[in-house]
């Protein structure tokens, strides 16, 4: 859902409804994390990847994705986590040694 709102420009709009669906919902799930990835997206998209807090969406979607062991959510989750770091990090093998190759 939250690639509409990336693709058609309503980044605002989007942010706050995925946040507002996140404040509703109990306990851990792949959709959640699905929605902290769209979180990320969309602000990365309205404000820059490097914007604070950034790592903080990241975490939460590979949190949610470990707590109920979906092995698609997480792959997804650190792919995300993969591309922010290797956008900002300033040695990128450093950061392929340390995020990438654990993550396998």
């Given at each position: 859902m939250w690639t509409?709102?990336?693709?058609?420009?309503y980044l605002d709009d989007g942010i706050?409804?995925?946040?507002?669906?996140?404040?509703?919902?109990?306990?851990?799930?792949?959709a959640r994390?699905?929605?902290?990835?769209?979180?990320?997206?969309?602000?990365?998209?309205w404000r820059g990847i490097r914007s604070p807090g950034?790592?903080?969406y990241i975490d939460n979607a590979v949190a949610q994705a470990r707590a109920v062991q979906d092995a698609a959510a997480e792959s997804r989750a650190l792919v995300?986590?993969?591309?922010?770091?290797?956008?900002?990090?300033?040695?990128p093998f450093e950061t392929v040694v340390t995020r990438a190759i654990p993550a396998r």
């Open positions: 509409y709102w990336l693709w058609f420009g706050r409804e995925l946040e507002a669906a996140l404040a509703r919902e109990d306990g851990p799930s792949e994390s699905a929605c902290w990835l769209g979180v990320f997206a969309l602000h990365s998209r950034m790592y903080g995300f986590d993969g591309v922010q770091r290797l956008f900002i990090d300033l040695d």
